[in-house]
């Protein structure tokens, strides 16, 4: 199966796109927490100092490596609010009936994500 992900440009870029997961995970209209991987490049500064360039470097060696996938699917990265994971994800599709999506609850995202060792933020705000 061949994904097609040429309409990345302008939609998941301009943050309007947002994960949903079922047994996989595919991009819809959302609110920038799929973000298609791309770290960004600054000039040295207070808050970008000498080891945030030198751990960009690295990082971006390291994704650069990545095989591509064999489906097509491209990286992002899906943020939630107990972190970010990488995944390999269909853009521009619909939106996909009883997916789990950013909106659910922690749990459910964590189960859906089939995440370890996290902790749900907003259990925490319950307590
Ligand atoms: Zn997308």
């Avoid at 269909?90 to 902790?119: F, P, R, S």
Wanted: with cysteine; proline share 2%; net charge negative.
């Amino acid at each position: 199966m061949n994904y097609e992900n040429s309409n990345i440009e302008p939609f998941c870029r301009a943050g309007n796109c947002g994960y949903q997961i079922k047994d996989h995970v595919g991009c819809t209209d959302g609110s920038g927490d799929c973000m298609p991987v791309s770290l960004l490049d600054a000039e040295e500064s207070g808050f970008h100092d000498g080891s945030l360039i030198a751990a960009t470097s690295a990082i971006k060696d390291i994704l650069a490596n990545i095989p591509a996938d064999v489906n097509g699917r491209t990286l992002s990265f899906l943020n939630t609010r107990m972190g970010t994971l990488l995944a390999w994800v269909e853009h521009g599709h619909d939106a996909w009936e009883g997916a789990v999506t950013a909106k659910d609850d922690d749990a459910t995202i964590a189960a859906a994500l089939k995440l370890k060792n996290v902790t749900f933020a907003d259990a925490a705000q319950a307590n």
